[in-house]
């Protein structure tokens, strides 16, 4: 079980991150533990994220430039897949062709119109509100928000692998971890999280504590949205869907922690 859980570690870091991590098993055994570890992967991509940004205002930046610098790390610790996987997927979803054809649209190297607005949309919504949590509550709201965006999104990828949702290929990382989670499982490092992420948000009182657990939750409820509609259109999940389904959690995260007093 050690050897699992560190084989376990390893594929959630070398998967979801760009990290020097190396992958040592590449079976489903070991993608159910990468998948139950990967919020942990995501709480080290959120503290980079916050510490550089944090760091870049301490330093005189204005909020502005700390808001880009916090999305900017994420994107670089993952190679920007994610990103290209929210692309891709929404070019397979706008392009309104049967799942098939949409699937050979995903495929394509090349980014259609749809992929660029919505990449347009979503970086601009995650700046928008890092820079307003940054101006109103400082580098310590900033870079709380940093992480647990980062944490929701792939909170999001372990709900999304639980069993029951299908793969859409018989190839590639989707075909790895669709269905190898235990709901039961999925569902208590959800609780979990949400609660250390609530705790977390606590330092600013009993609201901030409600607040973030709330961003949670409807980072979840914006990913499992995105995933039900995939798994209609396409038949299943892929990578791509992955990296759209974290994208689509992180910004969902964000938006509910810019909303409220």
């Known amino acids: 079980m050690t050897s699992l ?22 079976d489903r055994a070991t993608a159910r533990t990468g998948m139950l570890c990967a919020p942990l992967a995501g709480l080290v991509v959120g503290l980079l994220a916050a510490a550089l940004g944090a760091l870049s205002l301490l330093a005189g930046s204005g909020p502005l430039l700390a808001a880009v610098v916090s999305v900017a790390v994420p994107a670089a610790l993952t190679r920007g897949l994610h990103l290209d996987g929210l692309a ?10 049967p799942a098939e054809d949409a699937l050979r649209i995903m495929k394509q190297s090349d ?14 919504a995650q700046v928008a509100v890092l820079f307003q949590l940054y101006g109103e509550g ?5 870079a709380l928000g940093a992480v647990v965006a980062a944490v929701a999104a792939r909170l999001a990828l372990t709900l999304a692998s639980r069993q029951g949702v299908p793969a859409a290929r018989p190839e590639g990382l989707g075909a790895v971890v669709a269905g190898t989670v235990p709901v039961g499982r999925a569902v208590l490092v959800a609780a979990v999280t949400v609660a250390v992420c609530g705790a ?5 009182g009993p609201y901030g504590a409600l607040h973030h657990a709330l961003a949670v939750l409807g980072a979840l409820a ?17 990578g791509d869907v992955f990296g759209g389904v974290a994208e689509t959690a992180a910004t969902a995260a964000l938006v509910v922690l810019a909303l409220g007093p």
């Open 5 to 26: 859980n560190s084989h376990g570690l390893r594929f959630a870091f070398g998967t979801l991150t760009a990290l020097p991590v190396r992958v040592t098993r590449w």
């Open 88 to 97: 891709d997927t929404a070019d397979g979803l706008g392009s309104g062709k």
């Open 111 to 124: 980014i259609g119109p749809f992929g660029v607005i919505t990449l347009l949309l979503v970086l601009l």
């Open 138 to 142: 400082g580098w310590a709201q900033g």
């Open 200 to 204: 977390a948000g606590a330092v600013s």
């Open 222 to 238: 914006a990913a499992e949205l995105l995933l039900r509609h995939c798994v209609r259109r396409f038949g299943g999940v892929t």
